[in-house]
């Protein structure tokens, strides 16, 4: 099982700390590190940064959000940061919810998420390609474009710099069972943003296919502790991202086994009851999809993702310490 290290987003600035951690994951051994955007900083900016800092770890996106941009801009952007980094970029795509797709980015939530997502990876598939003129007759990503508003002076092109790799990793986020299924169809690899060691048999996946979830890490003495910056994250992301009618965070949660807990967490940060929204994240779950303890401790569980499908474990790491301590024990 490789490692990876996952530094999401910002929050209200850059992070100083970020760029001199994807270094020592370098050192340590790591195999990749990981941006992400959300309604803020964008994925693709720091992880261009930490590219002209670093020299071997491999680059990723988790996720970079399609409605962000055109699957062309997207494969744009990849086949630029592969050039300039001499082949390090792996692609994570998300579709992201509703409540972004629409309020921060402007355009309708696809009506059919499937389609959506087949037709962007297909795309961005054709330009890292470079075979032909890219087209597609899509539903959601025509190219070119012949909506009723078009000149009808559209032309089919594919991309005047030759992409490094033609066969760029696409790594897909997804959550519900028949995007996870068709994921393993259409992509290289899967983010999962909860996994579970102990529900392996939850997706049936191919083998060798990429499975790449996060987790966070600590090592610390105080397991209930340390485990509040992950039930804080859960409280963010199960009652925050997303409607109260349609939240596939709480949904995924729900399906793992904890639909009253979920719909609790909902209802309370809905009503700006955030802390007790976050206190009512069980323990049980917070920890089954973590790595927090002592060393002995993170010793022992890690040894459950190593044992199922997992490729790479994304590590949502605080400190150094805790870097080293996950690279030691992984061997």
């Known amino acids: 099982m490789r490692l990876g290290l996952a530094l999401g987003y910002w929050g209200r600035g850059p992070s100083p ?86 309020g921060w980015y402007g355009r309708p939530f696809p009506r059919s998420p499937l389609t959506a997502t087949r037709e962007y990876v297909d795309v961005v598939r054709q330009v890292l390609g470079r075979e032909a003129p890219v087209t597609l007759d899509g539903r959601f990503h025509p190219l070119p474009y012949r909506g009723a508003d078009a000149t009808g002076l559209g032309k089919p092109l594919k991309p005047i710099t030759h992409p ?61 502790e340390g485990l509040l ?47 007790e929204a976050v206190l009512a994240v069980p323990d049980a779950f917070a920890d089954e999809i973590s790595l927090v303890g002592p060393r002995e401790r993170i010793a022992e569980r890690l040894e459950l993702w190593r044992k199922g499908p997992v490729t790479d474990l994304l590590a949502l790491a605080p400190d150094e310490r805790s870097l080293r301590v996950l690279a030691e024990l992984n061997g």
């Open 164 to 224: 490094l790799r033609p066969d760029l990793p696409v790594l897909l986020g997804a959550e519900g069972p028949k995007n996870v299924a068709q994921t393993t169809r259409i992509a290289d690899g899967w983010l999962p943003l909860y996994w579970s060691p102990a529900r392996p048999e939850a997706y049936a996946l191919p083998e060798g296919f990429l499975v790449a979830p996060m987790a966070q890490v600590r090592v610390c003495d105080d397991v209930t």
């Open 229 to 275: 910056p992950v039930k804080t994250m859960l409280g963010f992301y199960i009652g925050g991202m997303g409607h109260a009618a349609r939240n596939f965070h709480a949904d995924l949660m729900a399906r793992m086994g904890y639909e009253e807990q979920a719909r609790r967490i909902q209802r309370l940060f809905l009503e700006g009851r955030r802390q």
């Open 17 to 102: 700390g970020h760029v001199p951690l994807a270094r020592e994951a370098e050192r340590l051994g790591y195999d990749s590190v990981w941006t992400a955007e959300s309604w803020g900083s964008d994925a693709f900016t720091p992880l261009t940064w930490i590219a002209a800092r670093t020299s071997r770890i491999k680059l990723g996106t988790a996720v970079a959000q399609m409605a962000a941009r055109s699957p062309t801009t997207t494969a744009m952007h990849a086949l630029t940061l592969d050039h300039l980094s001499g082949g390090r970029m792996m692609l994570g795509l998300g579709l992201s919810g509703p409540q972004v797709v629409e």
